[in-house]
């Protein structure tokens, strides 16, 4: 399987929104060019390894987040993601969210149309 270049610009600046930065901060940490950034986001560049890294490590994100659309097991990610949702709510608000999906799991599993 070949990287997919595009998917992984498009989580890169995703996460880089998330994080509020613009494409000329982010070129300021890890020390190249906003045209770099941008030719990377619209997967028009691929990167080296180590840029790679500087990216994650800027946007504090892990390598498995940005590669996530590329990667075939890709549980972790989700498990980080599902984590993280749940980072800034309160004990209530947790307890909701688990009840939710406990239910939805289980409307799920009753309703799944058995395959053939």
């Known amino acids: 399987m070949e ?8 989580r890169i ?24 950034i941008s030719l990377i ?5 691929s990167m080296s390894l180590d ?4 990216i994650a490590n800027a946007l504090n994100a892990t390598a498995d987040e940005l590669l996530s659309d590329n990667l075939t097991n890709t549980v972790k990610v989700s498990n980080h993601e599902f984590a993280s949702l749940l980072t800034d709510c ?10 939710l999906a406990v239910a939805a799991k289980a409307s799920l599993r009753k309703n799944q149309v058995p395959s053939r």
Do not use: W
């Open 3 to 10: 990287a997919n270049y595009k998917l992984i610009g498009k």
């Open 13 to 36: 600046r995703i996460h880089r929104k998330k994080r509020g930065l613009s494409q000329l901060a982010l070129a300021g940490e890890i020390y190249c060019s906003p045209p770099y």
């Open 41 to 45: 986001e619209s997967g028009k560049k």
């Open 51 to 54: 840029t790679f890294i500087m």
């Open 90 to 99: 309160s004990d209530f608000e947790k307890k909701v969210m688990y009840d």
